[in-house]
């Protein structure tokens, strides 16, 4: 897809733009190629700067399979800039370390653990959403991301997280010291008086939560993962 002038991948693009995003009339688009890119390139310089982030994931949600480089060559130019905001799976992020992010990508592209990377996605969608964020429920995507890869180490679909650590430390691959902290972890989300229960709303929850579980829980599936070689 090429938006230049005179191309005609700019009446494709303006129209999934006029339609989806803009959400207006497709006939109010200019008639002229030259006055489409016009009005979209005084969108872009003039919107508020969530909005640039809104038509940057826009963009990439829905042009990336044609332009497989574009996550690439943004997230470039977002790393010279030093802005705050990575592209990760298609959702523009406030997670910068290209470890981090490296790590978040893989996971998500994994199939063989399909139920892991469809937690850990959806756990990212709703940290991203920077209209309605939620939080509480990101955190929970991301605990049950560790919940299902926890269930495959231990060859329980029952199995819950401490039986899968319990089962690594009777292996001697996993540390006693280091199976109790990921359990108490686990006990903070889980138990009634933890972020998991239905009952509760706490409104001190805060992407710095959401973000630091996400990364954690995806870290140790990737460690769980490894335990299975």
Avoid at 123 to 133: G, I, M, N, V, W
Avoid at 147 to 158: H, Q
Wanted: glycine share 4%; charged share 25%.
């Amino acid at each position: 897809m090429y938006v230049q002038h005179g191309s005609p991948g700019i009446n494709a693009f303006s129209r999934d733009l006029w339609f989806y995003f803009f959400k207006r009339p497709i006939d109010t688009r200019p008639q002229y190629s030259s006055d489409k890119l016009k009005q979209i390139r005084q969108y872009f310089f003039e919107c508020k700067w969530n909005e640039v982030y809104d038509f940057i994931e826009f963009v990439v949600s829905n042009y990336s399979r044609s332009m497989r480089n574009l996550p690439d060559l943004l997230n470039r130019v977002l790393e010279r800039e030093s802005a705050g905001y990575r592209i990760i799976s298609g959702h523009v992020v406030d997670i910068t370390s290209k470890q981090e992010v490296e790590m978040l990508e893989e996971a998500m592209r994994d199939t063989r653990f399909a139920g892991v990377a469809a937690h850990l996605t959806r756990a990212l969608e709703l940290l991203s959403d920077r209209e309605h964020p939620d939080y509480r429920n990101s955190i929970k995507e991301s605990v049950s991301a560790v919940e299902s890869m926890a269930r495959i180490v231990a060859e329980n679909p029952k199995a819950t997280l401490p039986d899968a650590l319990k089962a690594l430390e009777k292996n001697g691959r996993l540390h006693t010291a280091l199976k109790d902290g990921f359990v108490k972890l686990y006990g903070y989300t889980s138990d009634e008086q933890g972020i998991r229960h239905a009952m509760l709303d706490e409104p001190e929850i805060t992407a710095a939560d959401a973000r630091f579980f996400l990364l954690s829980c995806t870290s140790f599936a990737q460690y769980l993962k490894a335990q299975l070689a």
